[in-house]
Structure formats: structure tokens, C-alpha cells
């Protein structure tokens, strides 16, 4: 397994990272045992990046991975936890207006159970879901640092957060990594994020790699069960989904001409964006991942490059990655003033 090491201060993951989500039914049901069965699969092949978040299944993501690490060697994996986000029964989150909760004896309360359902006395890399726009990240920070100082924490990361955020946070505690949508469809963090974690040395752990599967090749209109999330998404909605469908029939040729499937090209992009960049891939089955880590065999030359961002331009994509009240929870979006 290739290695990349996550910022300046992090530890040393595998290039690839398995991402657990779809394990607990945000893209509708999964099975249980495959789910399991994949995460002994992705450790055999040398991930050891396993990233999951305390709302994923209301701790039903957590207790899953606990029960597929049992027995496992500690020095065999790294758990990345976000926190933070608010539930409600039914399975929806919480009020937009008040949809994160990151002060600091929250810090403390979901760190406590996040520990007791993994089964572990550390997590590796602990982070904030979202920015909590009541608590100053400041605070968030400092007592994640005294976690870290306690024991139970390893390293301090941050999701979905712009660059002012990212700067005040590095100024705590050194930071590890901004997981943080990257894609060949979701390029956002070119602009100004990317820059600034390269100048303080913070690695980018990427998600959406796929953009939940819509450029993976395999997508079909009218796929989403009522219960996956993806069905309120406007990259999957309208008109939207037939022009994003349509850049994956071009991506598919280049594909071709390199003996690859079109997820395959789509994440070995990612992985050619540079040596910072880990993508978190949330494969579901066993064959999903084997495809996954084929990306690593993948080699894209400058000409390569050229010609994929030919058929899939920048600011290709039609439609938002969240609906707008999702949108409006994400720092990353703010643009910084001129």
C-alpha cells in the first residue's frame, strides 16, 4: 500500500482511506455483514485510515466499525471521528439555525461516547463536523487540545471550514488535515483553501471523490432510495443529473483508452492533485473497494491530465453539492473578502 502523511505533524495513512458512511444507511440500507466483511478486506490490503462521524446512524457507524475491529491490532488502523452534528429522532438533523453543537463541554460529552462505542481509549484524529457559527472555533480547538493532552485524542483535524477558520484554528493547536468535498466535479478548494493548507502545512483528507457515486460510472437516474440523502442533492435532481451524466459518458472514454473503469480515473486524479491530498473513498462492498484501490495502479501522465480536464472543464457540474439548507452550514463556501 502506497503512504502519504497527513500534514506536517500527522501520522503516516494509507493513500487511500475507507470512508464508513454508507455503511449506516445515509444511502439507504446496506448490509451489515458485507459492510463488515470490507473493512477486514480494506485492512488486508493496508488501509488503515477508517473515517466515520458520531452521527452517522445516530452511533449505529461507530458500534459497526467496533465490531469489525474487534480483535484487530490497535497499530493496524487510525480512526478519523467528526462530531458535532445534531439529530433528531426519525433519523433527520437538527434545526438549520442551530444543526452543529462544538462547545467545549460538548467537545468533552461526544468524545466520551464516541470512545465507548468504538471500544477504544484514543481516536485518532478528532474533528468538528462544521464550523458551530456560535462557539468562536478558538474554543472548539483549545479543548479538543485538552483531550489531546489527556490521552484521548491523537491529533485535531477540521472539516468543511475556509481558510480564515483554518488560520485561527492552526493558531491553538497544530492541525493535522481539512477533510474537506474534492472531485473532479467539486474543485472549490482550488481557489483559496488548498493554498493555505499547503502554507501551513495541513494535509486534505478528500470525500466526495465520486461525488457519492455520480461519477462513478455506475449511476442511474431515479437510483436514490427514500431513505438516501442523495435524493434531496441538486446534482441529482432534473436537469442537473442528465448534464453531470453527460461528463461522465466523455470521462468514460478516457477510461477506456486507459484500460481503467471511470471511478478509477476519477480518483486517480485526485491522487495526482498531490502528495497532500489522501481521498476517502466509501466503498460499501467488497468489490466496490477492490475497484477503489485499483485507482492506485492508475498513472496519469501530463497529457493525461490535459485531456480530462478537457471533457470535464472546472465548474463543469450542474447544480449544488448540498441542498441550500446544507449549503449554508459550510465555512469552506464563504468566500474570503477582496
Same mark, same amino acid.
Given at each position: 500500500?502506497?503512504?502519504?502523511?497527513?500534514?506536517?505533524?500527522?501520522?503516516?495513512?494509507? $493513500?487511500?482511506?475507507?470512508?464508513?458512511?454508507?455503511?449506516?444507511?445515509?444511502?439507504?440500507? $446496506?448490509?451489515?455483514?458485507?459492510?463488515?466483511?470490507?473493512?477486514?478486506? /480494506?485492512?488486508?490490503?493496508?488501509?488503515?485510515?477508517?473515517?466515520?462521524?458520531?452521527?452517522?446512524? #445516530?452511533? @449505529?457507524?461507530?458500534?459497526?466499525? *467496533?465490531?469489525?475491529?474487534?480483535?484487530?491490532?490497535?497499530?493496524?488502523?487510525?480512526?478519523?471521528?467528526?462530531?458535532?452534528?445534531?439529530?433528531?429522532?426519525?433519523?433527520?438533523?437538527?434545526?438549520?439555525?442551530?444543526?452543529?453543537?462544538?462547545?467545549?463541554?460538548?467537545?468533552?460529552?461526544?468524545?466520551?461516547?464516541?470512545?465507548?462505542?468504538?471500544?477504544?481509549?484514543?481516536?485518532? !484524529? =478528532?474533528?468538528?463536523?462544521?464550523?458551530?457559527?456560535?462557539?468562536?472555533?478558538?474554543?472548539?480547538?483549545?479543548? !479538543? *487540545?485538552? #483531550?489531546?493532552?489527556?490521552? =484521548?485524542?491523537?491529533?485535531?483535524?477540521?472539516?468543511?471550514?475556509?481558510?480564515?477558520?483554518?488560520?485561527?484554528?492552526? *493558531?491553538? @493547536?497544530?492541525?493535522?488535515?481539512?477533510?474537506?468535498?474534492?472531485?473532479?466535479?467539486?474543485?472549490?478548494?482550488?481557489?483559496?483553501?488548498?493554498?493555505?493548507?499547503?502554507?501551513?502545512?495541513?494535509? !486534505?483528507?478528500?470525500?466526495?471523490?465520486?461525488?457519492?457515486?455520480?461519477?462513478?460510472?455506475?449511476?442511474?437516474?431515479?437510483?436514490?432510495?427514500?431513505?438516501?440523502?442523495?435524493? @434531496?442533492?441538486?446534482?441529482?435532481?432534473?436537469?442537473?443529473?442528465?448534464?453531470?451524466?453527460?461528463?461522465?459518458?466523455?470521462?468514460?472514454?478516457?477510461?477506456?483508452?486507459?484500460?481503467?473503469?471511470?471511478?478509477?480515473?476519477?480518483? /486517480?486524479?485526485?491522487?495526482?492533485?498531490?502528495?497532500?491530498?489522501?481521498?476517502?473513498?466509501?466503498?460499501?462492498?467488497?468489490?466496490?473497494?477492490?475497484?477503489?484501490?485499483? /485507482?492506485?495502479?492508475?498513472?496519469?501522465?501530463?497529457?493525461?491530465?490535459?485531456?480530462?480536464?478537457?471533457?470535464?472543464?472546472?465548474?463543469?457540474?450542474?447544480?449544488?453539492?448540498?441542498?441550500? @439548507?446544507? #449549503?449554508?452550514?459550510?465555512?469552506?463556501?464563504?468566500?474570503?473578502?477582496?
Amino acid at each position: 500500500m502506497d503512504t502519504r502523511k497527513l500534514g506536517n505533524t500527522g501520522p503516516t495513512v494509507s $493513500a487511500i482511506g475507507l470512508g464508513a458512511m454508507g455503511m449506516s444507511g445515509m444511502y439507504g440500507p $446496506a448490509d451489515r455483514a458485507e459492510s463488515i466483511a470490507t473493512i477486514h478486506a /480494506a485492512l488486508d490490503a493496508g488501509v488503515n485510515l477508517i473515517d466515520t462521524g458520531d452521527f452517522y446512524g #445516530m452511533g @449505529h457507524n461507530e458500534m459497526l466499525i *467496533a465490531e469489525a475491529l474487534r480483535g484487530v491490532g490497535r497499530d493496524r488502523y487510525l480512526v478519523s471521528v467528526k462530531f458535532g452534528a445534531l439529530r433528531v429522532p426519525g433519523g433527520g438533523f437538527g434545526d438549520p439555525r442551530r444543526s452543529v453543537d462544538a462547545r467545549p463541554e460538548a467537545v468533552k460529552n461526544f468524545l466520551a461516547y464516541s470512545l465507548e462505542r468504538l471500544g477504544v481509549d484514543h481516536i485518532d !484524529i =478528532y474533528r468538528p463536523s462544521r464550523l458551530d457559527p456560535n462557539v468562536p472555533i478558538e474554543e472548539t480547538v483549545g479543548a !479538543i *487540545a485538552d #483531550m489531546v493532552k489527556a490521552g =484521548y485524542v491523537r491529533h485535531i483535524g477540521l472539516s468543511e471550514v475556509g481558510s480564515a477558520t483554518i488560520r485561527k484554528a492552526a *493558531a491553538v @493547536h497544530p492541525i493535522v488535515d481539512l477533510q474537506i468535498e474534492y472531485s473532479l466535479i467539486s474543485r472549490g478548494i482550488e481557489e483559496d483553501i488548498l493554498k493555505t493548507t499547503r502554507e501551513l502545512g495541513i494535509g !486534505i483528507t478528500a470525500y466526495g471523490v465520486l461525488s457519492r457515486g455520480l461519477i462513478g460510472g455506475n449511476w442511474k437516474k431515479n437510483a436514490t432510495s427514500p431513505t438516501d440523502f442523495r435524493t @434531496h442533492a441538486p446534482r441529482f435532481q432534473g436537469d442537473n443529473v442528465d448534464r453531470n451524466l453527460a461528463l461522465v459518458e466523455e470521462l468514460k472514454k478516457v477510461a477506456a483508452r486507459k484500460g481503467a473503469s471511470v471511478a478509477q480515473i476519477a480518483i /486517480a486524479w485526485v491522487l495526482a492533485q498531490g502528495k497532500d491530498i489522501v481521498p476517502v473513498l466509501g466503498a460499501r462492498r467488497r468489490d466496490q473497494l477492490a475497484e477503489t484501490l485499483g /485507482a492506485l495502479a492508475v498513472r496519469l501522465n501530463a497529457s493525461d491530465l490535459a485531456e480530462i480536464e478537457a471533457v470535464v472543464p472546472k465548474g463543469a457540474a450542474a447544480g449544488e453539492r448540498y441542498a441550500p @439548507h446544507g #449549503m449554508a452550514t459550510l465555512d469552506s463556501e464563504r468566500r474570503p473578502a477582496n
